[in-house]
Every structure is written in C-alpha cells, then in structure tokens.
C-alpha cells in the first residue's frame, strides 16, 4: 500500500530534467494498488508560459506516471480521453484526490491559449488513461498557476498575477505590486480567501489538513494559513528564504516540506540553452512548531546544476541516495 503523489514540472521548465513534487501525499488516503504512483506533466521540453522561453511552443502537454517503487522509475504517458482538445494542452499546476470509492480524481492546471482552466480527470488504472470529466473556468481564476484539491470537485489555487495581459503582468511585477491571491473553488461558492501576495505559486495542505502552505516566489517566503470550517484562509506564520520558491511538496508521515526553487530568477527569465538555470530542493522542518527553540528550519538544500535533475521525490531520493549526482551546500 502506497499513498498517491502528484508531480509537476517546476524547476527550470526545461522539460523532464525539471520534474519535481508539488502534492506529495496530500490526498491523505492509501491507493490500493501495491505501489507508489507519482504524476507528471508537461512536454519534454517544458511548459509554455508568458515570459519564459518555451522550446516547443507548437507541442502540446502530456501527463505521464511513475512507479516510485521501481528501481529505475520511467515516465509512462497517459492516454487521455477523446473529445478532450489535446492541441491546446498546455498543463502547469497538478493535484490529485482519492474519493471514499478509491476514484482517483486528477486536477490539473490548464493555459489553453494563455487562458486559465482547470481541467478535472479520472484515471482509469486498467488501460494507464485519463478520462476528461470536466473544464472548469471562472473569473476569480485569472491567472492559475497551482492547485490542491479538497474533493471530487473543490480546490484551492492560486493566482500568481492580478492581471492575465503579458504586458500588465510584467508591469505587476516591475511594479512590485501585492495583488495576487488564493482563490477556493466549489460548485456552490467560489471566493478570495488569501491575497497581498507579490506572486502566489506553490500551494499545498499539511498532513492534518488544517492548514495551507503557500510560497510567494517573488518575496522568497513561504506562508502558512490555517483553512477554517467555511474554507476561509487566516495567516499564521512566514518563513524567509533565500532563494525564489516555487512549488511545495509535504510528506505524509513527518509533515516536512520539500521545495523546488531558482536560485538564479535573472537566468530563469533570460534563458539561455547554453547556460540553462540551475534549480535546487530544500528540506523544511518544523514550519507548525510554536515551541521554544521549535522554529522551522531548512535542514538540507541539494542544488542541481542545468542539465541534471532537478527535483525528485523524497521517498524515492532517500532510498536512491547513494546514486544521485547531488551536491549537499548547507
């Protein structure tokens, strides 16, 4: 028995070197299936996205699985149902839910012609395919870049800009205006519950589910919220980094927080295929400690340098140690 875990493209956007966790486990319930499924997404050559060079702007995105508990894992690639438009495919954000049946629900941020949806799947494990369920669209959802699911059919997500213009959006930015926000979706309700974020990225739960984690990049913090009884989001601490954090993964069984980030945000913008942004993985322990001497703390940084891979999961790193090419700088 294995928990389910999401995967999404995070670190340089260049394709599979770039896969990282940003739902580790987060469904909180066991799959019955004897293995650990990681997903991800993308192209080979990465997501399209306003502002960062894309290699294959004319390839559409693709989800695939991974067997955690294989020796050398691969990417298998889903087939996705028919009537679904795979040209426009261009996945970012990505989220799983089990329900109490064991139906494995796949949420997963969509920008189809720079637009912003989230498209809603059921796997099918028998055949390895995806069954397109529904789009979902609304006008608080303006510029969504992760996801986390809390039903068959609520999330919450962020906006990682005010505006969904290119031009206004790199305005926001040089601007260095707070307006980006956390959004929660239902079918009955649909409303900001967190903003004054420079640009909200990486959204996740804790393993009690009581509070949100949710990395600004721009402002290099990670914020936890606690999530009350009418999902409305209330601040409780920030931690302070020293690079630009993009997606949150957590581990189930210690609650600690593993993230993808850029070192280097100048070379991510201004990429260069001969001088490819690194990306690096922290390890945070401790984020809900209140105790004296309890405070959270990055207890491991592994930096990858362009080229090699750039995020992997824990579970699976911590058993495959000994064979990853990493380089230990805290």
Not at 95 to 116: A, E, G, M, W
Request: glycine residues 6%; hydrophobic residues 40%; negative net charge.
């Amino acid at each position: 028995m294995a928990e389910i875990v999401s995967c999404h493209s995070t670190a340089t956007h260049h394709g599979f070197s770039s896969f990282l966790l940003d739902a580790f486990g987060h469904a909180g319930r066991l799959c019955p299936r004897c293995c650990a499924w990681c997903w991800l997404m993308g192209t080979v050559e990465g997501l399209k996205y306003p502002g960062l060079k894309s290699f294959a702007p004319d390839k559409p995105g693709e989800i695939f699985l991974m067997d955690l508990n294989e020796e050398k894992p691969r990417a298998v690639e889903l087939r996705i149902s028919r009537g679904f438009d795979l040209a426009s495919f261009n996945p970012h954000g990505i989220s799983t839910y089990i329900d109490k049946d064991d139906t494995v629900y796949l949420f997963v941020v969509n920008h189809p012609h720079q637009k912003s949806t989230v498209e809603v799947f059921k796997f099918v494990e028998d055949d390895n395919s995806l069954v397109h369920l529904k789009t979902i669209r609304h006008d608080l959802l303006i510029s969504v870049n992760d996801i986390v699911a809390m039903g068959p059919d609520s999330f919450y997500a962020t906006n990682d800009h005010y505006f969904s213009d290119f031009i206004l959006m790199f305005l926001e930015m040089f601007l260095g205006l707070t307006w980006s926000n956390v959004v929660y979706y239902s079918p009955k309700e649909v409303k900001e519950v967190a903003a004054g974020f420079y640009s909200a990225n990486g959204i996740n739960i804790s393993p009690d589910k009581k509070y949100i984690y949710v990395a600004d990049v721009l402002d290099h913090k990670v914020h936890v919220m606690e999530k009350h009884a009418n999902w409305n989001l209330t601040h409780v601490k920030t931690l302070q980094l020293d690079t630009l954090v993009d997606n949150l993964s957590v581990d189930p069984d210690t609650g600690d927080i593993w993230t993808g980030c850029h070192p280097n945000g100048m070379k991510l913008f201004y990429s260069d295929p001969e001088n490819l942004p690194a990306s690096e993985v922290l390890r945070i322990q401790n984020i809900l400690s209140e105790e004296a001497g309890g405070d959270a703390r990055v207890c491991g940084r592994w930096l990858r340098a362009a080229g090699q891979l750039g995020g992997v999961c824990p579970r699976w790193k911590a058993a495959h140690r000994h064979r990853l090419p990493q380089s230990p700088v805290l």
